[in-house]
């Protein structure tokens, strides 16, 4: 099984730069041979704030993140959490505060990193 890490910092709307990462991720995370983590970072971790309201039509990142914990994990900086006021309670419940030191680990242990 191959490991692959996306690391996301970018608004969950706004650019499609998250978007299509989250597309990405989906897919490798259907395919049985490919175990996807996501970190997000920065602005990105607004991307797993629970409760997304969006117009007809539009994407919805809470929805593709869920396709993505399936299969996978997905994390999220604390610093960057506490930074733009975002308590546990707010996120989607298979997502989860996470730290540097985990980001580590997981950079160590895969095989791609993919940065957006």
Same mark, same amino acid.
Request: glycine share 8%; with cysteine.
């Given at each position: 099984m191959?490991?692959v890490?996306f690391?996301?910092? +970018?608004?969950?709307?706004?650019s499609?730069?998250?978007?299509? $990462?989250?597309?990405l $991720?989906v897919t490798?995370? !259907?395919?049985? +041979?490919?175990r996807?983590?996501? #970190?997000?970072?920065?602005? !990105?971790?607004?991307?797993?704030? $629970?409760?997304?309201?969006?117009?007809?039509?539009?994407?919805?990142?809470?929805?593709?993140l869920?396709?993505v914990?399936?299969?996978?994990?997905?994390?999220?900086?604390g610093?960057?959490?506490? $930074?733009?006021?975002?308590?546990? +309670? +707010?996120?989607l419940?298979?997502?989860?505060?996470?730290?540097?030191?985990?980001?580590?680990?997981?950079?160590?242990? !895969?095989?791609?990193?993919?940065v #957006?």
């Open positions: 191959a490991d890490l690391i996301l910092n +970018e608004a969950p709307y706004g499609e730069r998250t978007y299509n $990462a989250l597309r $991720a490798l995370s !259907a395919q049985p +041979e490919h996807v983590r996501l #970190f997000l970072m920065g602005d !990105a971790v607004l991307s797993a704030k $629970a409760g997304q309201k969006v117009p007809t039509g539009y994407y919805n990142v809470q929805t593709m869920h396709k914990t399936q299969r996978g994990d997905v994390a999220l900086c610093t960057c959490l506490d $930074a733009r006021g975002l308590r546990d +309670e +707010e996120l419940a298979d997502c989860r505060r996470s730290t540097m030191v985990e980001l580590g680990r997981w950079t160590g242990e !895969a095989e791609k990193v993919l #957006f």
